[in-house]
């Protein structure tokens, strides 16, 4: 919809087709406007809420009972498919889990609990989180960083989420049994922290779309929603911090999180 001019005479505004509105009218355009915006926003939540909610649900049911049924299953074919049938219910269930975050952050939580928070404890919380994946990929981290000391932030809770995603990608788009690398490093005002792999890395034509909503590349049948970059790059940019990647010398790529010192 195209905008209408600002120019204004005496309670009156011109419309993009030329006539005139009078002040009651654009008032009453406006509130139409506020009320389906606040409709699309209820629609979205309650979207959000069904996905979070309705569909989590019985995919917790599918991969409860796979486990069941692996475990007490001795024919090793059955095994091979309910483990296929457990990683999609868990590739689901993690992109349900991105959406989910993507729609907090656009939501805004920003102004609001913002808190100390220590990117080395964070770090830490990450890599357990991440245990299962390292393990079942093999990866090995090396974390290069002194692990005594602190790396204050005034951050939000969603943060975690952001320095997450990159090092999840880290792990999924690395060959096997590799080594990934994580630096945190004082530079003046801001603590930077860097993830490096050894992948098939991202050439400069796509080191800025990799960020968009939904923008995703299959590399070797790995599974992603497409949307954990772009949570990054709207949380980094919430805290006042920047992202950037750069090639890795050995192959592979670098993702740079800059974010200011609490
Ligand atoms: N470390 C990496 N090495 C190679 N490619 C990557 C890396 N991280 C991200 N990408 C590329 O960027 C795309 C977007 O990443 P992301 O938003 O995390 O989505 P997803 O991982 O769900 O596909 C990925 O699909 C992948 O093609
Ligand atoms: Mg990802």
Known sequence: MKRHTDDTEGGIHASEHGSRLTEREWHQRE???????????????????IMGHDLRTPLSVILGYSGLIKKQSNDETVKRFIGKIESAAMNA????????????????????DLEEIDLNAMLSDILRALDGKIEEHGITIDMMYQTDKRFPVLGNELLKNAFLHTIDNAIKYSPEHETVTLTLDDVGSDWVFGV????????????????????????????????GLAITESVVDAHNGSVRIEDNP???CIFYITVPKA
Do not use: C, N, W
């Open 93 to 112: 269930d993690e992109m349900i889990r991105d959406i989910k975050t993507y729609s907090k952050v656009k939501g805004g939580v920003f102004e609001s």
């Open 196 to 227: 490096s792999d050894h992948g098939d890395g991202i050439p400069d034509d796509e080191k800025d779309s990799v960020f968009e909503r939904f923008m995703r590349k299959e590399k070797r049948g790995i599974k992603g929603s497409g949307i």
């Open 31 to 49: 509130e139409q406007l506020s009320e389906e915006l606040a409709k699309a926003h209820r629609l979205r939540e309650m979207l959000v809420s």
């Open 250 to 252: 050995g192959g592979g």
